[in-house]
């Protein structure tokens, strides 16, 4: 129990460094905005297994939440308004063979504690 406790006061005092920067206005240049991941895959390859029981992308801060993003399979471009898979995606992705590139891009996020919005970094995996 006291391990799972000091995790999550780690995460807290993560997050909060990173919006402590975010307010001095140098968390962009310093790389310290939150990433986001697929099925706890940000880059490098995921099974078939995981894209097919994951619905959702995620972000590593609990104080931002996903507001957007789109989904890049081979040249097909599929839009979110949120941090969920469309039907569209999810019929998309069962289609995919092993070796295809899965590219998350243009990820927006906002953070529910100031409002502000930003750009995360692109996610991309490949199928094995």
């Given at each position: 129990?006291?391990?799972?406790?000091?995790?999550?006061?780690?995460?807290?005092?993560?997050?909060?460094?990173?919006?402590?920067?975010?307010?001095?206005?140098?968390n962009e240049a310093s790389g310290n905005l939150p990433l986001t991941s697929f099925a706890?895959?940000?880059?490098?390859?995921?099974?078939?297994?995981?894209?097919?029981?994951?619905?959702?992308?995620?972000?590593?801060?609990?104080?931002?939440?996903?507001?957007?993003?789109?989904?890049?399979?081979?040249?097909?471009?599929?839009?979110?308004?949120?941090?969920?898979?469309?039907?569209?995606?999810?019929?998309?992705?069962?289609?995919?063979?092993?070796?295809?590139?899965?590219?998350?891009?243009?990820?927006?996020?906002?953070?529910?504690?100031?409002?502000?919005?930003?750009?995360?970094?692109?996610?991309?995996?490949?199928?094995?």
């Amino acid at each position: 129990m006291k391990t799972i406790s000091s995790l999550i006061a780690l995460i807290v005092f993560s997050c909060s460094m990173s919006f402590a920067q975010s307010e001095r206005g140098n968390n962009e240049a310093s790389g310290n905005l939150p990433l986001t991941s697929f099925a706890g895959c940000h880059q490098g390859k995921i099974s078939a297994y995981q894209v097919g029981k994951t619905d959702v992308l995620r972000c590593s801060c609990i104080l931002w939440r996903i507001t957007g993003f789109t989904l890049n399979i081979n040249e097909q471009q599929y839009r979110s308004s949120d941090s969920k898979l469309t039907p569209e995606m999810k019929t998309a992705l069962k289609q995919t063979a092993t070796g295809q590139l899965i590219k998350f891009t243009h990820i927006t996020a906002k953070n529910i504690e100031t409002q502000k919005k930003c750009g995360l970094e692109d996610v991309i995996l490949q199928i094995e």
